[in-house]
């Protein structure tokens, strides 16, 4: 079975550029999660998706932030314009229907390391 | 505010004896635990999980006591063995709702 995807795995911008990232989930997951992980801190959820609908966005700094997941499947996380305390990595993961009392575990990609200077 | 806490930010122990990682939470909401395992320049890799109508979990070398009056899990390992060197990070959640993770933990493994 396929992993996450996730692309860029690195990049490197200078503050006020914009940047995006892309991300595929496993398949037949119906919900994907964007985090953001700063060193030395555990990975901070940013905006979680239910197929194609926003379920939470509320730590999303949506001055500066903004995704969408267009017909349920793939994932585009921008930034724009970009700050030096946006450097971080970059996590998207995928679970199946998250709706309801059931949890279910995540599966994570291999993160795209952003470095703003 | 950071409703999972590890305090402990790294712990080295030797090959074959037990490795303990400790998690504390603040939300009674939570029902569900998780931990993960992190490798350099990798995402996370679920490890083992436990729901709140449990206190263990055992799952091969790897398992997960909850106890939920103090609020506390804890991973053990054993035997600790090399490759079981990572960051091990610990999540909650409550109601399938999203899960908050804990700073982590780094285990270094002796051979």
């Known amino acids: 079975e396929a992993g996450v995807a996730q692309s860029p795995r690195y990049k490197i911008i200078e503050k006020r550029q914009s940047v995006a990232f892309w991300c595929n989930p496993i398949?037949?997951?119906?919900?994907l999660y964007w985090y953001q992980q700063i060193l030395g801190q555990g990975p901070k959820l940013l905006i979680q998706?239910?197929?194609?609908?926003?379920?939470?966005d509320s730590q999303l700094p949506k001055d500066r932030f903004s995704a969408e997941r267009l017909k349920g499947v793939d994932s585009t996380l921008k930034i724009q314009p970009a700050k030096l305390e946006d450097s971080a990595v970059y996590l998207c993961?995928?679970?199946?229907?998250?709706?309801?009392?059931?949890?279910?575990?995540?599966?994570f990609g291999p993160g795209t390391r952003l470095t703003v200077t | 505010d950071q409703q999972v806490k590890q305090n402990s930010p790294s712990l080295s122990v030797q090959e074959g004896r037990i490795s303990i990682l400790n998690c504390d939470y603040t939300n009674s909401m939570f029902d569900y635990f998780l931990w993960y395992k992190k490798y350099p320049a990798e995402g996370p890799t679920f490890l083992i999980s436990?729901?709140?109508?449990?206190d263990k979990n055992e799952d091969g070398r790897f398992t997960v006591f909850l106890n939920k009056s103090a609020k506390h899990l804890s991973l053990h390992i054993v035997p600790s063995q090399p490759g079981d060197s990572a960051v091990y990070f610990c999540a909650a959640s409550g109601s399938g709702n999203q899960f908050y993770f804990g700073t982590g933990t780094s285990l270094t493994v002796i051979p």
């Open positions: 398949s037949g997951h119906a919900t």
């Open positions: 436990i729901s709140s109508i449990k």
């Open positions: 993961a995928s679970s199946l229907s998250a709706s309801g009392s059931v949890a279910y575990e995540q599966y």
């Open positions: 998706f239910q197929n194609n609908g926003v379920v939470d």
